[in-house]
């Protein structure tokens, strides 16, 4: 009946959207485009792979190392201490609940957010991390009001990490500057 489009038509496809996008944002073609890019397109591979095998393999979060290196040319606002402790604001609290509460997060959560801590730094990785929360929380909100998953029913959290990320990385400025506006009255 229908032939389904193959994997590599649909991954071209993806990339050319993706530049589309970040040419559009970036306002054309230069390193800090090819970066954010890099990062999209990673991440969308990261979404997709864990959505359909809940793991994200290595070398997929290893990746994402290059445009890390391209961001302390594209980004240098960013310190290299606010990169290391970007590292570490999400991924440590993330492990050291997994050693409290067992699968709460997988091993590959853990590591794809240190590496995008290196990438966006200590403020705009909380951001992500908060956004990721938020929008995954509603959707396990959503699995269980429709009885299509239980209580110790596990989802893909990979997906939103994507998300908060790329989120966070073209907004996570400005969403941070409106949050302590908001605060402070």
Do not use: Q
Not at 75 to 96: F, K
């Amino acid at each position: 009946m229908g032939r389904s489009i193959p994997r590599r038509v649909v991954a071209a496809a993806v990339a050319l959207f993706l530049a589309g996008i970040t040419w559009y944002y970036c306002g054309g073609f230069g390193l800090h485009a090819v970066m954010i890019w890099l990062v999209c397109l990673i991440l969308a591979a990261i979404a997709y792979t864990d959505f359909k095998t809940m793991r994200i393999p290595n070398r997929m979060t290893a990746a994402l190392l290059i445009p890390a290196f391209l961001s302390l040319v594209t980004e240098p606002g960013i310190t290299l201490l606010s990169r290391a402790m970007g590292g570490l604001a999400v991924s440590l609290p993330m492990y050291l609940m997994t050693l409290a509460v067992p699968e709460s997060f997988g091993g590959g959560d853990i590591k794809l957010m240190a590496v995008c801590g290196l990438i966006l730094g200590g403020p705009r990785i909380i951001a992500a991390a908060f956004l990721s929360v938020v929008s995954g929380g509603c959707y396990a909100i959503w699995l269980l009001a429709s009885h299509k998953a239980g209580r110790g029913s596990h989802f893909a959290f990979g997906p939103f990490l994507a998300a908060g990320v790329v989120i966070s990385l073209l907004y996570g400025d400005k969403l941070l500057a409106w949050y302590l506006g908001f605060l402070r009255g």
